[in-house]
């Protein structure tokens, strides 16, 4: 009879991991007692989707750890405690008809088939996942008979139940403050959304979350809640509680639907109390391939010829916001290899990635941009990526990088493509430098999509026919946002990334060094087939994926006039 192959094996014959990886992962798994598979994502050796696959192809269910879990309101809504109790179950998160429930033992069909039966109203898919039994009966504890639910937290704080002083107890979730806030991340990062702001003011707490790029009020709390909001915020983020007049950095981490999700805090003294701004990093949708970033193909082929030069530098601009940093991130991934060294000088670094080294610039103790290039010059690296092209001296540094051989991918604040080509001047560099060096400049912007659930077909007016290149007798429906639960009743649901493209050719190069004017050099670009970002923009509208109103408020439309 033939010997079970073990899981590490089996992940190392398919050439998930190497046997270095496996012997490093099953001593770290004899120092953790944790289970194989969550140790190798933890280490990056394997990411949660092959983990799933594998392991769930290998033991039959996939495992996970409750602790830092936020469960949902709706998930637990559905079992009840007495059943959890019993069957020693946990329900731990709904995603449309999809219940994940933890259960120590997930191939317990008839548990199963309990489970289904004790559920009432519209029928749902059980994914069990594996937790060990003390982590199943602590969650039980935890969470059941406490309001979960914001409106009904809410309410338990107005009826006065709530005892705000008590917030350093050893059962710190028995208290609604801190069951407020954790439910106000998940909340926010259930509904995509990239930054929360918590902002005091005279009377009352406003509550924004950014979605696709937009601010939306999401709530209005009463002032009385805020110092108690405050306290848990700064806890969590590990800020000093006695400094209410100096801006504040910090660090907080959440596990939400399985998976860990990191919040930036930003705390600024105001007229009304400090605001804090917690901007959320989901690694998980943060680093994207290249493919899946929904450009337009022409845009996509221009950046997929710019990456095969060897040598050179090349930048993408845009304002804050305008997704640089995860464009940069879908090229690494992309450029991604064993046999290449990338190295990263970022402020501050996102999104860890794995074999990529990253470095965090620090100002304070002289870690700058220029510095930091100088110290990676010295690691032996074939890619090297700059956060941000600040000053003359960084530019210097990272093309004098780009002419002895490296590959350099930087960001710059330029409002176009064309734009970068006098800022670089302005900061003195000089023509002979960037001629020959410069692979080429990405502009970049994000428009918010139509939500593909509601948008309204309509018939476009005589002036938006005329804007969009259409005749007027054409008869070419076009869509509006109209909203629903699917988009948060905004009407668009993601983004579009609007791309301009210059890749700098031969000709483009000696007219530069010849001291060409911006005009020149652009009217050149044109004649080899460059696409402006306001013609890229309208295609996309064209396609019924976005709105004029959109565009307009990304890109300047008067340039048709």
Known sequence: MAQPVRLGDK?????????????????????????????????????????????????????????????????????????????MVMPVSLSGQRLQVAMSNPDDILLLDKIKRHIR???????????????????????????????????ELETGQAD???????????????????????????????????EP??????????????????????????????????????????????????????????RQIDFRVSSLPGTHGENFVLRILDRHRGIIPLDDLGLDPDSYQELKIMM??????????????????????????????????IMTLEDPVEYPMQRIRQTQVNEDIGMTFAAGIRALMRQDPDIILVGEIRDGETAEMALRAAMTGHQVYATLHTNSAIGAIPRLL???????????NLIGVVAQRLARRLCGQCKEAYEPEPFEK???????????AQYRPVGCEACNHTGYRGRLAILETLRFTDEMDALLLEGGSQYQILQKAVDQGFSPMLHNALKWVRQGETTLDEISRIVDLTELV
Do not use: C
């Open 11 to 87: 992940l190392v014959n398919e050439g998930y991991i190497t046997s270095d990886q496996l012997r490093i992962a099953l001593t770290e798994q004899k120092l953790t007692g944790k289970k194989l598979g969550e140790v190798l994502v933890r280490l990056d050796f394997l990411s949660e989707e092959d983990s799933r696959e594998v392991v769930g192809d290998a033991v039959g269910y996939s495992s996970m750890s409750l602790q830092g879990v936020v469960p949902d309101s709706e998930a637990l809504n559905l079992i009840s405690e007495p059943f959890a109790r019993a069957n």
């Open 201 to 258: 003011e005279a009377h009352f707490i406003r509550i924004r979350y950014r979605l696709d790029g937009v601010l939306h009020q999401v709530r209005l709390l009463h002032k009385s809640f805020w110092s108690a909001m405050v306290v848990r915020l700064k806890v969590m983020a590990d800020l000093d509680l006695t400094d209410q007049r100096l801006p504040q950095d910090g660090h907080m981490d959440l596990v939400v639907h399985g």
């Open 308 to 341: 095969s030069r060897p040598t050179g530098i090349l930048l993408v601009t845009g304002p804050t916001g305008s997704g640089k940093t995860t464009t940069l991130y879908s090229v690494l991934r992309e450029k991604d290899e064993e046999g290449v060294n």
């Open 426 to 436: 302005d900061i003195g560099m000089s023509r002979s430098i960037l001629s020959g």
């Open 121 to 155: 109203g519209e029928p749902v898919q059980l994914e069990p996942v594996l937790v060990v039994e003390n982590e199943i009966q602590s969650a039980i504890d935890h969470f059941y008979g406490y309001e979960l639910s914001i409106d009904g937290i809410i309410r």
């Open 466 to 476: 005329e804007v969009l290149g259409l005749k007027a007798e054409d008869s070419v």
């Open 164 to 198: 705000l002083s008590s917030l350093a107890e050893d059962d710190e979730y028995s208290q609604p403050m801190v069951r407020l806030i954790d439910n106000i991340l998940t909340d926010a990062v259930k509904k995509e959304a990239s930054d929360i702001h918590f």
